[in-house]
């Protein structure tokens, strides 16, 4: 296991990386795609993208690294420092506030190394077809027969189906309601967990020492959902250092694990819906930035939004699946 650390594993010879990889994958059953380096913000990682079942996973080593983030950012943009004074005619103290209240403090941890899913998953909704629709609510296959004539793509009926155009066929989705318990307790029963505080940090920031993983301020040439739109892929959802697509959209709150439900990644588009723009738009996709679990919190009155129960939300909420590799 010493050699799966990324102090070691870096400055291994490349055969000897994919020969750990290949046993990994017979370990852990799981088939080797193709063997792949990963490189974004100075940072990358030769790995291995494996497969299980649907899913792709990939190695990420382990690490001993600071996370955390205190204080303030250096040399904002004046577009960020202008959105910020749109709540404050002192930017940089509420900034100051805003990371003290909503950021995880710094600390020195070893992140084990894993296996790790590399898109989110949905919660609740699970594909169907039209048998079952019938069977789970008659009165759906209305809907059913409008949609396919209708001129848009999908059509979502509130927590309980969701219909998707796709070519010449339509997928059906109908919606479980299911507990944060009740999701780890499924991936307990399959040998996954989610990942913890600590681990979603190194697998999103690798360890940055800034706001967001490529440094302190957004990069206004980025191409950001609900902001930009230039082409079919948006930059933060490309894959990162590690191979994973994370913290791309403020909208999908990532679930962790910790004692309380949690969320990473995002705040359910809380800044964006408020027009707050780029900079606190995208601030909740920064590795530090944790969901509060009581609820979104407005930033301009402190006024919570929205409770949280344990019941999760499949519109806003995901998960990803990691292996802790044992020695």
Partial sequence: MKN??????????????KEILENLAKKYNMEVLRFETFTKYSKSTFTAIFKYKESEFVFVPGDKVVLGYEG?????????LEQLKY????????????????????RKVTINPMLVERDLQTVAWRKSNLDELKEFNIKLLDEYNKFKSDKYNRLTLDETAR???????????????????????????????LPNLDEWEYLCGGGCRTLFPWGDDIDYNMNLFYYTKKGNKYDLEEPNFFGLSIAYDPYKMEIIEADELTFKGGDGGCNVCGGFGEFLGYLSCSPYYTQKPIGAINIVDDSIVNEYDNELDGDFNFYRRIIRIEE
């Fill in 72 to 80: 303030l950012p250096k040399n904002l943009s004046n577009e960020s």
């Fill in 87 to 106: 709540f404050s005619e002192n930017p940089n103290e509420f900034l100051e506030e805003y990371i003290k209240d909503n950021f995880s403090k710094l």
């Fill in 4 to 17: 799966l650390y990324n102090n070691i594993y870096t400055v291994l010879p490349e055969e000897k990386k």
């Fill in 163 to 193: 219909f998707t155009k796709i070519e010449n066929n339509i997928e059906i989705e109908l919606y479980d309601n299911i507990t944060y318990e009740e999701l780890c307790h499924n991936l307990k029963d399959e040998d996954f967990s």
